[in-house]
């Protein structure tokens, strides 16, 4: 794709959705999601100049200019239809350090294994490092889980995702307190004491407060008021100085750190009431961990705005970054904090519940690893949002366990048919063999087979036809016809029954009837219980089976 093209195409509609007046920033993140190698200041003369050219444009054309693009498609992503994901140019001269950093309030989910996927592929293709990096630092709102390197390891490590180093940024804290200080010596930073409803007006209008022009000493001072928690929860916040009259409010003096009165952390056990905002504690993590690559969503995109103010005091180059649209699957639930209320609340059973989206409830149903890494890495890069759909998941994972699945013959309403007159017979199914009785012998059929076919004739699969004499609630009754020619309807059965459990992919459980050649299977082993469906061994015990559905 040619940049000047695709900035003057992403102009010209943000000058026609607003008013003949395109943007700068809003077609720079466009353009730059659409060339995420390439360093944004390398972008930005021609970004400009093509945005003058759509604003200089008259209505009747810029109108006729948005028709032709829209026929075209303004739909950000056709650049990854190549497989594989894109080469980094700038990789040739530095090396590839990515990072993983979640908030450790859940476990992983599809969505946020989408970064985790595409981060360590991009270090592994370069011979670099992945880093896992939690994004701890909330001990009020997002409170980190206990033992959240075990479960996310757990969950990376099944995904085959090999992390080179492990940090947690509840552990830094002395680190952020020492480059606060550096800030406010800098002049770079300031404790605000205003009433934040008062501060808030004063940004609308572009104006300062009173606190930001205070000197270094009494910022420092009161800096100590906040670390020795002389100031209250609410009473300061540290800010740093950026562009007052910034287009976005949120970027203007956006704060560093806060003070927490009752901070409860798993980690951090003495009582330190001074936390860094997310996008400090990442920014500077970022920079003293090495890391050269960040991959995160689109959401996070003025991160980068903000985060750079930061830098330019520090002096600190800033990281190339790759932002990618959100990620959804049909129908499910990714937001780790609604997940967690409905834990809490009971809707849910657990981060595994099989209704859910997380890795671990994939893994439970029997989705493979590979399945999953293949669905990310399709979508490459995209900075479109992107919804994944249940069949895309299942026919990959088909194609990925259906080899070495054993057959097993099912039935979700067994009845018990008896035969009379039977003739002795030995025959193979799917591989196995059985031998059956002569004079009376004993099938599990599946009852919708033979419900309403009384006095009619129908075959039993690789064995006789039979003529239904009596179907009851839990039996029926048949007796042997002839062995050829076979007719329909063909029917399979079983001859020695196991009871199971089955978790549905909606959470019930239901009650049903396999060949006791499932006995062979042990936990964690898939089957095709047949006619039904693919699913997976999740527990045997005291003579229970217990199975998960994975999918048809």
């Known amino acids: 794709m040619d940049v000047r093209k695709q900035a003057f195409k992403y102009a010209v509609r943000n000058a026609f959705e607003h008013n003949g007046k395109a943007d700068l920033g809003a077609v720079i993140g466009k353009v730059k999601a659409l060339f995420p190698e390439r360093k944004a200041s390398d972008l930005i003369g021609v970004i400009k100049e093509e945005v003058e050219r759509a604003n200089s444009l008259s209505a009747e054309l810029l109108e006729k200019e948005f028709k032709r693009f829209e026929e075209e498609g303004f739909e950000l992503g056709a650049r990854e239809e190549r497989k594989g994901l894109p080469e980094l140019e700038w990789a040739k001269d530095e090396s590839v350090v990515t990072r993983f950093a979640p908030n450790p309030n859940g476990p992983l989910h599809l969505g ?28 009020k709102v997002k409170k980190p889980i206990e033992n959240a390197e075990e479960v996310f390891m757990g969950d990376l490590d099944w995904l085959g995702l090999k992390v080179d180093e492990v940090f947690f940024a509840s552990d830094r804290l002395e680190i952020y307190h ?40 009494t910022q420092l001072e009161k800096f100590k008021k906040m670390l020795t928690h002389q100031f209250k929860e609410g009473e300061a916040v ?18 560093i750190a806060k003070i927490v009165d009752k901070p409860e952390h798993p980690r951090v056990k003495e009582k330190i009431f001074v936390w860094p905002s997310y996008n400090f504690a990442s920014a500077v993590d970022d920079h003293e961990l ?4 960040i991959i995160r969503g689109q959401e996070h995109q003025q991160n980068e705005t903000k985060q750079k103010y930061l830098y330019k005091y520090l002096e600190w180059e800033y990281p190339h970054s790759i932002y990618i649209g959100r990620l959804q699957l049909e129908g499910t639930v990714l937001s780790t904090s609604k997940i967690s209320l409905g834990i809490e609340s009971g809707k849910y059973s657990g981060w595994d519940d099989p209704r859910l989206g997380t890795i671990k409830a994939l893994k439970r149903r029997g989705f493979a690893p590979q399945v999953i890494k293949k669905v990310i890495l ?35 309403e067994p009845v018990i048919l008896i035969v009379e007159n ?12 059985f031998f059956i009785e002569e004079n009376l012998q004993k099938f599990f059929v599946e009852r919708s087979d033979i419900a309403g076919m009384e006095g009619k004739e129908l075959r039993l699969r690789e064995a006789y036809n039979i003529k239904v004499k009596k179907v009851g609630e839990l039996r029926a009754f048949a007796e042997f016809t002839r062995e050829e020619p076979a007719i329909e309807p063909i029917i399979p059965w079983f001859i020695e029954g196991k009871e199971i459990s089955i978790v549905m992919q ?47």
């Open 178 to 217: 020492k480059l606060m200080k550096r800030l406010i010596l800098k002049e770079g930073a300031y404790v605000c004491t205003c009433k934040p409803e008062e501060w808030r007006e004063k940004i609308k209008r572009k104006e300062a407060c009173k606190c930001r022009n205070e000197d270094r000493g």
């Open 378 to 412: 399709d979508l490459g890069i995209k900075a479109r949002d992107a919804l994944v759909e249940w069949k895309t998941l299942e026919a990959e994972n088909r194609e990925a366990i259906a080899e070495d699945c054993k057959k097993i013959g099912f039935a979700k």
């Open 238 to 255: 540290l800010r740093i100085k950026t562009d007052l009259n910034h287009k976005d409010p949120s970027v203007r003096d956006w704060w």
């Open 506 to 552: 909606d959470g019930k459980k239901i009650r049903s009837m396999a060949d006791k050649k499932i006995l062979s299977l042990k936990e964690g082993e898939h089957c095709y219980l047949n006619r039904f469906g693919f699913a997976i061994v999740d527990s045997i015990k005291d003579n229970e089976m217990e199975l998960w559905f994975t999918h048809k």
């Open 290 to 293: 090495g890391v050269t690559l």
């Open 112 to 139: 946020s294994a989408r970064a985790a996927i595409l981060s360590h592929e991009y270090a592994r293709k370069y011979n670099g490092r992945f880093i896992l990096r939690f994004d701890d630092t909330d001990p």
């Open 422 to 433: 039977s003739k002795k017979k030995k025959t193979v199914i799917d591989g196995e063999e």
